[in-house]
C-alpha cells in the first residue's frame, strides 16, 4: 500500500511539474505579442534618397525621402521606392520568423521557409538571405536567472531541457494504471 501510494503521489508531483511548465510556456505569449508589437525594421536605397520603416506583418510605418530623390524624376523614385519597401517588408518578415520561432521552437523550419521564399522571391541564395538574417538580428543571451522565463519556448520544453524521469513501474493497481494513462505523454 505504502508503494502504491508513493508512486501515486510520484505521478501526482509529475502531473503538478506539467502543469507549472504549460503555465510558464503560455506566459511566455504575452511577451512574444509584446515583441511582434514593437518589431521594427527598416531599409534604405543604396544612395540613401529612400527610407523606409515597417511593423509586424511587413506593415509600412514610414517613408522618406531626400531632396536629392525627389530630383531623380518620378520613375527613379518610383523604382528606389519600391525596392527599399521589398528590403524593409523582407527584413520584417525574416525577424517576426525569429521571434516565433524562438517562442515556439524549430519544429516547422519557419525561419528556413521564409529565406527559401525570400531568396526565390529576391532573385537571390538562401545563404544571402541568411547572412543577411544574421546580421540584422542581434544575438539574444539566455536569462541568467533561472527563475525567468521570459527567453524560454511557449509551446514545447527548450532542447536541452531533460523529460521528466519516469517512475518507476511495481506492477500496479487499476488506479496506477489509469493515472498512467491519463498523463501519458505519447497519447
Given at each position: 500500500m505504502?508503494?502504491?501510494?508513493?508512486?501515486?503521489?510520484?505521478?501526482?508531483?509529475?502531473?503538478?511539474?506539467?502543469?507549472?511548465?504549460?503555465?510558464?510556456?503560455?506566459?511566455?505569449?504575452?511577451?512574444?505579442?509584446?515583441?511582434?508589437?514593437?518589431?521594427?525594421?527598416?531599409?534604405?536605397?543604396?544612395?540613401?534618397?529612400?527610407?523606409?520603416?515597417?511593423?509586424?506583418?511587413?506593415?509600412?510605418?514610414?517613408?522618406?525621402?531626400?531632396?536629392?530623390?525627389?530630383?531623380?524624376?518620378?520613375?527613379?523614385?518610383?523604382?528606389?521606392?519600391?525596392?527599399?519597401l521589398?528590403?524593409?517588408?523582407?527584413?520584417?518578415?525574416?525577424?517576426?520568423?525569429?521571434?516565433?520561432?524562438?517562442?515556439?521552437?524549430?519544429?516547422?523550419?519557419?525561419?528556413?521557409?521564409?529565406?527559401?521564399?525570400?531568396?526565390?522571391?529576391?532573385?537571390?541564395?538562401?545563404?544571402?538571405?541568411?547572412?543577411?538574417?544574421?546580421?540584422?538580428?542581434?544575438?539574444?543571451?539566455?536569462?541568467?536567472?533561472?527563475d525567468?522565463?521570459?527567453?524560454?519556448?511557449?509551446?514545447?520544453?527548450?532542447?536541452?531541457?531533460?523529460?521528466?524521469?519516469?517512475p518507476?513501474?511495481?506492477?500496479?493497481?487499476a488506479?496506477?494504471?489509469?493515472?498512467?494513462?491519463?498523463?501519458?505523454?505519447?497519447?
Open positions: 505504502a508503494a502504491e501510494f508513493e508512486q501515486l503521489v510520484t505521478e501526482f508531483e509529475r502531473f503538478q511539474s506539467g502543469i507549472r511548465n504549460v503555465d510558464e510556456r503560455f506566459a511566455g505569449l504575452g511577451a512574444m505579442r509584446q515583441q511582434l508589437s514593437e518589431l521594427r525594421a527598416g531599409a534604405s536605397s543604396p544612395d540613401g534618397g529612400v527610407t523606409v520603416v515597417t511593423g509586424p506583418g511587413g506593415a509600412v510605418l514610414d517613408v522618406k525621402f531626400t531632396d536629392a530623390a525627389l530630383a531623380k524624376g518620378p520613375q527613379a523614385l518610383s523604382a528606389a521606392l519600391m525596392a527599399t521589398r528590403e524593409a517588408v523582407g527584413e520584417a518578415a525574416r525577424r517576426q520568423a525569429v521571434l516565433v520561432q524562438e517562442h515556439l521552437g524549430d519544429d516547422h523550419g519557419l525561419v528556413d521557409q521564409v529565406l527559401e521564399t525570400q531568396a526565390e522571391a529576391f532573385g537571390t541564395t538562401v545563404e544571402e538571405m541568411r547572412s543577411k538574417l544574421a546580421e540584422e538580428t542581434p544575438a539574444r543571451e539566455r536569462p541568467a536567472a533561472p525567468d522565463f521570459s527567453e524560454e519556448r511557449v509551446l514545447r520544453p527548450s532542447d536541452d531541457a531533460a523529460p521528466p524521469p519516469a518507476p513501474s511495481t506492477g500496479g493497481s488506479g496506477d494504471t489509469f493515472l498512467k494513462n491519463l498523463f501519458d505523454e505519447e497519447d
